[in-house]
């Protein structure tokens, strides 16, 4: 699959509706975005049942500050609706897709529980 482009109309549905779905956030004057946006589309081909998406942080800007988007590029991978990797940085092929073996690899029922005491000492 192709890299999609998400906006805020339709990015929380893309989320919550695929098992795994990592976003770049770019924008097009942003040379690091440039470099990288070869090997997110390249790694997509590879990875038909991922969604992967793109926001152009300048037509998307709400969506940006949603996200707290303080660096572009920046990846963030969902799984199962939840965020479970977010980072600023054009990453190589190979980083690329440890990224996703490790998502792909995350029981998310054990990153449930493991998270729930955690969630209770920050209230």
């Known amino acids: 699959m192709a890299t999609v482009k998400l906006t805020a109309d339709d990015f929380e549905r893309t989320v919550s509706e ?50 707290r988007i303080s660096s572009i590029p920046t990846l963030m991978a969902f799984k199962d609706g939840a965020l479970v990797f977010s980072q600023p940085g054009a990453l190589p092929a190979a980083t690329l897709e440890q990224v996703i073996a490790a998502v792909r690899n995350l029981d998310m029922d054990q990153a449930c529980t493991d998270a729930a005491p955690r969630e209770k000492e920050s209230v």
């Open 18 to 67: 695929n098992g795994i779905v990592l976003v770049d956030f770019w924008a097009s004057w942003c040379g690091p975005c440039r470099m990288f946006a070869p090997v997110f589309e390249q790694t997509s081909r590879a990875h038909p049942d991922i969604v992967f998406g793109k926001v152009d942080t300048e037509a998307e800007r709400s969506l940006a500050a949603a996200a």
